[in-house]
């Protein structure tokens, strides 16, 4: 007889293992099935899926190692402090990195343990249906099948590639490739210009590889407001990064020098990129290719992502929940984690709920890029009257001591109410200001209710707060 479960998790990313733990939490019987070792030395599943493997995780390690060898060698000399032959060891850095992830991997089998939820080692895809529930085929080091009442699917997403540009992850590299180089190229190509492309091409920029980006599309950060992209574009290519915008990628030839990248620029131009190294990141797919939903009767979309419901992450196949990259919504890791929280609550009779709409999101470069809710243009293609404010971070005495005083915060309130509708950073530390605009939009605070809290003097908060006062145009330090 089969092991049987109230609630089977396919996938140990941040929403597989979140939904497990709350499962288990709950009084659940649960399971947690996972395949992807990550190059583990001995061929071990290993826990938190990309973000904690080759994905959010390691490459902010990355981007702090890189930042203080930046600083180091650059900026210290604003301070009164000298530093001479600042030099960089890659292998320890990436090294240190991986000590991070073997860390938090092993911290999660420990909720595993404490919580107890089985782990099924190998490849979980569907078998059928019985009276007792669903029927999942393991694959690997736990082969068997398993039954279980509820399936909470959260198998996250593998890495978009062209076609015709292979990735081998030495030369031509996607995100995981691009974590494990062992020493800094002279000159990094990058295709495409979002989260991944500029974190990663930010890393290898600072530790010294001259970087050049290629984005297909014309507009450069489109997702964020107008005036973030603007911001940061200018920065970025201050630092110097090179952004070529509008650009349609041709041949890309391989060989013992490096890689060369045929391209039409904007202007229609032909021109060549030739560099050591490429990068290849434009975009992700969701893993719902090996799962044989057939077996259940599910189908994905024409995109590769299962259909669900939008208040509770079901699919049409009764006590079968799909959430995170594999469905609609942002590839965002903390999104995956609360509808992991919110299926399981499902699952135990409770009514939770999610607003999309203040989700926050980052890019972890320098300066940071954050947000939450609606956009200027959003707001101006929906007809919504709206009220502006915004303050940047040059008039603020902690961002000057802190020699970070780039960027700013703006807030859009209604018009009307003065409801909070979106707030936009670029700061230092935009990551984990935006959690007070976060918290704010989920309460439906006014403007007014963010500009009346006290905040602590001299810090960065205070940013946000003028920048709440100065949507009435009422300020006070500018």
Not at 77 to 90: F, M, N, Q
Not at 132 to 149: C, F, L, M, N, W
Not at 179 to 191: E, H, Q, R, S, Y
């Amino acid at each position: 007889m089969s092991q049987q479960f109230d609630v089977l998790v396919i996938g140990a990313g941040p929403g597989g293992y979140i939904a497990a733990i709350r499962a288990a939490q709950l009084g659940f019987k649960v399971a947690c099935a996972e395949s992807n070792a990550y190059d583990d030395p001995k061929g071990e599943p290993r826990l938190g899926g990309t973000c904690l493997n080759v994905g959010c995780i390691p490459s902010k390690a990355l981007l702090a190692s890189s930042e203080e060898f930046e600083n180091a060698a650059h900026h210290l000399a604003d301070h009164g402090i000298s530093a001479k032959d600042v030099s960089i060891d890659v292998k320890k850095m990436v090294a240190r990195k991986d000590e991070i992830v073997t860390k938090m991997t092993g911290g999660i089998q420990f909720l595993f343990r404490k919580n107890k939820i089985t782990l099924l080692k190998g490849h979980a895809s569907f078998a059928g249906k019985t009276a007792e529930g669903y029927q999942v085929k393991i694959d690997g080091k736990d082969a068997g099948t398993v039954t279980a009442k509820n399936v909470i699917i959260a198998t996250g997403s593998k890495a978009r590639h062209l076609p015709n540009i292979p990735v081998d992850n030495e030369i031509i590299c996607d995100n995981e490739g691009a974590l494990k180089f062992g020493a800094t190229p002279k000159k990094l190509g990058v295709i495409g210009a979002g989260v991944i492309g500029l974190e990663l091409g930010s890393v290898w920029r600072r530790l010294g590889a001259d970087v050049t980006i290629l984005e297909a599309l014309p507009g450069f950060l489109a997702a964020t407001d107008e005036a973030v992209a603007k911001e940061a574009h200018k920065l970025f290519t201050k630092q110097g990064l090179k952004i070529n915008l509008g650009v349609k990628i041709g041949e890309v030839k391989t060989s013992k020098k490096g890689v060369s990248i045929a391209y039409t620029d904007a202007d229609g131009k032909a021109q060549t990129l030739d560099c050591d190294r490429l990068i290849v990141s434009v975009g992700r797919v969701p893993n719902t290719d090996k799962l044989n939903l057939d077996a259940i009767g599910l189908k994905v979309d024409e995109r590769g992502f299962i259909p669900v419901d939008n208040h509770t992450c079901a699919t049409s196949a009764a006590g079968v929940y799909a959430i995170g990259d594999v469905v609609r919504g942002p590839m965002l890791a903390h999104k995956a984690e609360d509808e992991g929280v919110m299926v399981a609550e499902i699952l135990a009779g409770q009514k939770p709920h999610i607003d999309y709409n203040c989700i926050p999101w980052v890019i972890y470069t320098s300066p940071e890029i954050a947000w939450v809710g609606k956009t200027e243009q959003q707001l101006k293609a929906e007809g919504r009257a709206y009220k502006p404010g915004q303050f940047p971070f040059a008039a603020n005495g902690r961002a000057l001591g802190m020699g970070a005083a780039d960027g700013f915060v703006k807030v859009l309130a209604d018009a009307n109410t003065d409801e909070i509708l979106g707030v936009h950073i670029v700061a230092a530390a935009a990551s984990d200001l935006i959690a007070e605009a976060a918290v704010a939009m989920e309460f439906k605070a006014a403007a007014e209710d963010i500009g009346r809290v006290c905040h602590p003097h001299p810090s960065l908060s205070e940013v946000m707060r003028e920048a709440a006062l100065a949507t009435d145009k009422r300020a006070l330090n500018m």
